[in-house]
């Protein structure tokens, strides 16, 4: 069995008729045809119900479909790997989204540097979702994110949960406050989120935060990023919730205030190719990790090699 075999049963299953897989796939249907009854004679089983309009697939052939799938997805990871070994050995790259860079980001990039001079590391701005589209086209080697997402070909590592502080412009009436805050107090703000595309993203966490306590936000403002968000706050557009690494941008114009939420906050999560276990990602692993001992910042611990 070849990785032809499987392309051509994928299409066949996705397209539910001969002819569409056949253009799908650029070649004559009748090749195609064989092509999936070799297949269906390799293996030993039917994988298509003959004769049913539209095509359907047999109990094995849905099985079949479903690896078939992962396998393919594999071999392009495999092929998108060795190209950046063989072409582009000495360099490493870092997608991030913005509100990480307020926290640890920078540090745990110069610390990585200086224990690998030879190494050329680059930086790249890009939400979490296309952070997993870089990694699996080769684009990066890790991706510093935040949002939960599940995908066969990529490997999440929790690295932290990190406290959500509330955003208010100043003056505002809960600023005075001698306590942290609950969300409910906010409700009746208009609440400022961000970014506003691609989703899911940071803002869909925070939305969630309020529906996870029955609470529904009086107005809504998405906007593209946590700059504009907070720049709307000091303009007393609206209140927004951000990381608290964000208290390191100092702001006259803001007032940020703890909130009394303990099961409030916002995952970072490091996110790299299922198969790559190379020896910069377990450099820099490990390097975060002994940032955050030498800080007492709580954290999870995983291995690559798990």
């Known amino acids: 069995m070849e990785l032809r075999h499987l392309r051509y049963f994928v299409a066949v299953a996705e397209e539910r008729n001969f002819t569409r897989a056949a253009e799908r796939l650029h070649i004559a249907q009748p090749p195609l045809s064989r092509q999936i009854q070799q297949l269906e004679e390799i293996i030993g089983v039917a994988l298509l119900v003959r004769g049913a309009r539209p095509l359907e697939l047999t109990e094995a052939g849905r099985f079949f ?60 701005e890009m939400t979490t979702m296309e952070q997993i589209a ?16 599940e995908d066969p070909n990529i490997r999440r590592i929790l690295l932290r949960e990190e406290a959500l502080v509330a955003a208010l412009p100043m003056g505002h009436p809960l600023s005075y406050l001698d306590r942290g805050l609950y969300l409910r107090e906010l409700v009746n703000d208009k609440m400022i989120v961000f970014p506003k595309a691609p989703r899911p993203s940071f803002a869909d966490q925070i939305l969630a935060a ?12 998405e ?12 303009a007393g557009m609206g209140v927004t919730v951000v990381p608290k690494s964000v208290l390191g941008l100092r702001r006259n114009d803001v007032c940020y205030k703890e909130m009394d939420e ?12 299922a198969l790559d276990k190379s020896e910069d990602l377990k450099s820099m692993l490990a390097l975060i990790y002994e940032l955050y001992r030498s800080e007492g910042v709580p954290h999870t611990q995983e291995s690559l090699e798990a």
């Open 65 to 124: 479909y479903g690896h078939a799938v992962q396998l393919l997805a594999q071999g392009a990871e495999v092929i998108s790997m060795t190209r950046r070994i063989g072409n582009i050995e000495r360099k490493f790259s870092i997608g991030f989204v913005g509100s990480t860079l307020f926290g640890f980001l920078p540090e745990v990039v110069r610390r990585f540097k200086a224990a690998h001079p030879t190494t050329e590391v680059t930086l790249q």
């Open 134 to 149: 870089a990694l699996k086209q080769g684009q990066i080697d890790v991706g510093i994110g935040r949002i939960r997402h």
């Open 223 to 234: 906007v593209r990023e946590l700059q504009v968000a907070l720049g709307l706050v000091a």
């Open 262 to 273: 303990p099961r409030l906050s916002s995952p970072i999560i490091m996110s790299l190719r």
């Open 210 to 221: 309020f529906h996870d306590r029955g609470l529904e936000p009086a107005d809504t403002l």
